[in-house]
């Protein structure tokens, strides 16, 4: 699983403290790491007639390279082979063309700051990846971006598959995803928490009857998939919750101090070609936990 990632780099603060946690992944099998710096198009000097100007290129990408020599020897120095990429372009689009060229299973795309009104930015390159990509991306969320002190980030570093919670709206969608929790059984993982949220808006306009049925059906198969990632050697708690799943899933990644939360891109009432505004999208946008993020 995940041999080859690919870890889109812009050096901003935490970059490699990030690195060294993604190291982790080594734990599910990756044994290479591809760093890619992009040199925004957007930014680079221009000519009205000319386009921009090599020059600007070459001495942007000397000292990309100069920033990229301690990332690639700390994935050396952790026994993985490391590759460096820098690439002039769009930046989500740079990074879905290497991705696809270098035959990666994985895209790490980090968000790394938040807005002034605390959340993460909107409409960020990581949005793109994951709206027009088709690969597994893992977002994580290094705890210094969010006031974490030393403690909380050697903690998050040490093992970032401690304690997953797997949301589940039983979508085919969501099945798949749980053939990528089994897939992590040696990656020290501790505990599986498995959860379902009944969309409150439309089990109010159920009958009482109606409902128990509903909560019947739910408790049943949340017991099923218990059952089943116990089988392969996982511990599991179940939650069943009636909200507003968008809102209840972050709630309860606090509540059980989760360290990854792994989900389907798309669910129910997913529209094709639009991540904005589904349940995975505003986990990701503001859950303080890191996101696998998987295709269904």
């Known amino acids: 699983m995940f041999k080859k990632i690919l870890y889109p780099i812009k050096f901003e603060d935490f970059s490699l403290d990030l690195l060294s946690c993604i190291l982790n992944l080594k734990k599910v099998g990756t044994e290479e790491i591809i760093l890619l710096n992009v040199i925004d198009v957007a ?22 390279k100069l920033k990229m020599a301690e990332a690639i020897k700390r994935i050396e120095q952790a026994g993985l082979k490391a590759k460096q990429r820098i690439e002039v372009g769009i930046p989500y689009r740079e990074i879905l063309r290497v991705a696809n060229e270098e035959a990666v299973e994985l895209i790490v795309s980090g968000r790394q700051k938040k807005s002034t009104l605390g959340e993460i930015f909107i409409g960020s390159n990581t949005d793109k990846v994951i709206r027009y990509g ?38 085919e969608y969501a099945l798949a995803v749980l053939q990528y929790i089994k ?8 505990e599986v928490i498995v959860a379902h949220i009944m969309d409150e808006k439309a089990m109010g306009l159920q009958t009482f009857e109606k409902f128990k049925e509903f909560e019947k059906i739910d408790i049943e198969k949340l017991e099923k998939v218990k059952q089943d990632l116990e089988a392969e050697g996982f511990n599991v708690k179940t939650h069943l919750r009636v909200g507003k799943p968008r809102y209840d899933l972050i709630k309860v ?13 798309h669910g129910k009432g997913y529209v094709k070609g639009i991540l904005r505004g589904s ?3 505003n986990v990701i946008e503001y859950s303080d936990r890191s996101v696998l993020l998987v295709r269904g």
């Not at 930014?43 to 000292?63: A, I, Q, R, S, W």
């Not at 990644?253 to 891109?265: G, N």
């Open 43 to 64: 930014k680079l000097l221009m000519d009205k007639y000319e386009g921009y100007h090599p020059e600007n290129v070459k001495t942007l990408t000397e000292m990309a």
């Open 134 to 171: 088709k690969l597994p991306v893992y977002i994580p969320k290094y705890p210094a971006v969010y006031g974490g002190d030393e403690a909380a980030c050697k903690k998050y570093c040490s093992n970032p598959f401690f304690r997953i919670l797997y949301p589940t709206d039983w979508s």
């Open 183 to 190: 897939g992590l059984k040696n990656a020290g993982v501790e």
């Open 253 to 265: 990644a606090r509540e059980e101090d989760v360290t990854l939360i792994v989900m389907a891109a």
């Open 279 to 281: 349940v995975s999208r």
